[in-house]
């Protein structure tokens, strides 16, 4: 990997602008004032200790990469859970907002609050008790699978970017992938991405979905690396067999949207491409047959519709930020009030505000809410999922 400067630019740049790109459209004017906040919940230490060599059984060793690929174990869900592919153990939702927590094997992993200068990942129990840090990467995009984690590494500090694996317990890291990866997804042994080449933007001042770049699947051990699509993908979604994205591109040299896109679906294979609907979109959840998401073409209201395209609808709420469903609930970052935490049942009533938090993304997994908190997008808090304080 080049580890030039201007690639460093054009990496942060990328991830910025993707998870910035519907605060732009609104004025400063639509944020309201709030009162001043608690302190988020962050549990990466300050500062943080070198990692040790683990002196007793219970302690996580510091991550150790090795080269050897090791089979890979399948550990499915049964069917049915709300907007989680049979195979893969992270929702649509979460993974729509980054990935910053998932729940697998009666533990939650979850990324600390991060920034350029460095983060981390961790594990607990369900209940909060016995957390440990795995690993010191600032990560996005966690799935788990079988024995191994699974995350998107975003190293500025030390200009390394990719995917990385690593066991449940933070012991034997791999770099699986040596490139930008957004909108990671794992379903069965497949692991599906988005990835740019960023060395045909470095020169460029946008550096963000120049038409370089398209959706990629490998193997989880990183063999079989294909292409299946040269498609710009601002989110993505994987289930039942199907890919379903928000297409859009951007001038590389204006930042211009030189076209809106639509959304997508295609089957895992790369086959049958189909466009579902000519919506300006992006934080795809899909759940059951519908398919959630903004609706930029309509001052980003949550739209829906079925996953064939049909039974297209409007909900209420305007100038959303980010959505994540999870029941019969929509979690929603709230434009209009400042973007803090609200929800709004599937059938478009009893809205309802959840919390005073600012919320730029927003992940759920059991009875906790993770967020990291706008403007900053950087702290990540953790809170319950009816909005009281842990």
């Known amino acids: 990997m080049n580890n030039k400067f201007p690639k460093f630019l054009a990496v942060f740049t990328t991830l910025c602008l993707i998870l910035s790109m519907s605060a732009a459209c609104m004025t400063a004017e639509q944020v309201s004032s709030k009162p001043e906040k608690p302190i988020p919940f962050t549990p990466a ?6 990692p040790e060599v683990a002196p007793t059984p219970e302690a996580v060793p510091a991550p150790a990469p090795i080269p050897e690929p ?3 174990h399948d550990n499915s869900l049964s069917p049915g859970a709300q907007g989680v592919d049979m195979h893969s153990e992270n929702t649509t939702g979460n993974l729509s907002n980054n990935g910053y927590a998932v729940q697998h094997d009666g533990r939650i992993y979850f990324c600390g609050s991060w920034d350029e200068s460095g983060g981390a990942v961790y594990s607990q129990n369900l209940d909060g008790s016995d957390m440990r840090k795995l690993s010191d990467d600032p990560a996005i995009n966690i799935n788990a699978h079988g024995d191994r984690i699974f995350y998107t590494l975003m190293d500025y500090a030390k200009g390394e970017f990719g995917i990385v694996s690593i066991r449940t317990n933070g012991t034997n890291r791999r770099m699986i992938f040596n490139d930008v990866a957004l909108h990671v997804t794992i379903v069965d042994n497949s692991i599906y991405f988005y990835s740019d080449d960023m060395e045909t933007v470095i020169d460029s001042e946008c550096f963000f979905d120049c038409g370089s770049g398209g959706i990629y699947t490998m193997n989880t051990d990183g063999s079989g690396l294909r292409k299946l699509s040269a498609s710009d993908a601002s989110g993505m979604a994987v289930v039942d067999g199907h890919i379903y994205y928000s297409a859009q591109e951007f001038d590389c040299f204006s930042c ?8 997508y679906v295609m089957k895992t294979d790369g086959s049958d491409l189909r466009k579902l609907s000519d919506d300006s979109s992006y934080c795809l959840n899909v759940v059951d047959d519908y398919i959630y998401y903004i609706n930029k073409s ?8 079925k996953t064939d395209g049909s039974d297209r609808y409007g909900f209420s709420p305007d100038r959303v930020h980010t959505i994540n469903v999870a029941g019969d609930l929509i979690y929603f970052s709230n434009g209009n009030d400042g973007y803090e935490i609200y929800t709004i049942k599937i059938d478009d009533t009893d809205e309802r505000k959840l919390s005073d938090y600012s919320a730029f993304e927003i992940n759920i997994v059991g009875d906790l809410i993770f967020a990291n908190e706008w403007p900053d997008w950087v702290n990540i808090l953790i809170i319950r999922i009816d909005g009281s304080e842990l």
């Open 298 to 305: 309509d001052n980003f209201r949550i739209y829906a519709m």
């Open 70 to 72: 090791e089979p890979m």
């Open 256 to 263: 211009e949207a030189i076209t809106e896109g639509g959304i």
């Open 45 to 50: 230490p300050t500062p943080r200790p070198e």
